[in-house]
């Protein structure tokens, strides 16, 4: 185990659906990501949070709204995808400190899959 | 534009066969670079990082080192359970992780 969970590790969504990924951490960080990875593309930075508060939210379509109640948990809210949007979702976290030593720290990730 | 391109797309070694991997960057005030190493279904894992050029790391049967304008990484007779996906990236002046497309390394015993 990492120290960041996600679930659930695979979803499969009709694009009228409505659902949602989570992510928990342990590891005291105060900043958490969502990245998207699709096939042979970098890995894309969906949003940001810093101490609960959203700092960045790369021209993601709206069709995503994320949620951080607090420090430890990272919601990515889905609703009316599109098949492009398959992808593995990653969610990361780190701290001033850890991220100068090693980056984030990324859990297993959501594999999405939209048909 | 803070910029990393990986080379080779896609690497097949047998086993022992020694290699390397390429990690191209251009960014304004280098932070650090990073490798990864992710395995299929699962999210990257932390490899090493470097921060001025002239370094290098090791771990294993893996080298890393930087220029100022590359990284390598070298892997010394591999075995099949060094087959995962490489990622490079690194965080300049913006403060943002920023990520090459990767290396798929498979080695067959």
């Known amino acids: 185990e990492t120290g960041v969970t996600q679930t659930p590790r695979h979803l499969v969504m009709g694009m009228t659906n409505k659902k949602s990924l989570k992510c928990e951490q342990h590891?005291?960080?105060?900043?958490m990501y969502w990245y998207k990875q699709s096939a042979k593309k970098p890995l894309e930075l969906m949003f940001v949070?810093?101490?609960?508060?959203?700092?960045e939210n790369n021209s993601v379509p709206s069709r995503f709204s994320p949620e951080c109640p607090n420090s430890s948990h990272l919601f990515l809210h889905l609703h009316t995808l599109q098949p492009e949007d398959s992808a593995l979702y990653l969610c990361?976290?780190?701290?001033?400190?850890?991220?100068?030593?090693?980056?984030?720290?990324f859990g297993s990730g959501t594999r999405l899959t939209v048909v | 534009e803070d910029q990393v391109t990986q080379s080779p797309e896609a690497l097949r070694l047998q086993e022992g066969e020694s290699s390397s991997l390429n990690c191209s960057y251009t960014v304004s005030g280098l932070r650090g670079l990073f490798w990864y190493r992710q395995d299929p279904g699962k999210g990257p894992e932390f490899l090493f990082t470097l921060y001025s050029a002239g370094e290098e790391k090791e771990k294993e049967r893996l080298k890393a080192t930087l220029t100022k304008k590359e990284s390598f990484l070298h892997i010394t007779a591999p075995k099949p359970e060094d087959s995962a996906t490489y990622l490079c990236a690194v965080v300049g002046a913006t403060n943002k992780l920023i990520f090459g497309t990767g290396t798929l390394l498979a080695v067959q015993p």
């Open positions: 990361a976290s780190s701290t001033g400190s850890s991220f100068a030593n090693y980056g984030y720290t």
């Open positions: 590891l005291g960080h105060n900043a």
């Open positions: 949070y810093s101490l609960e508060e959203r700092v």
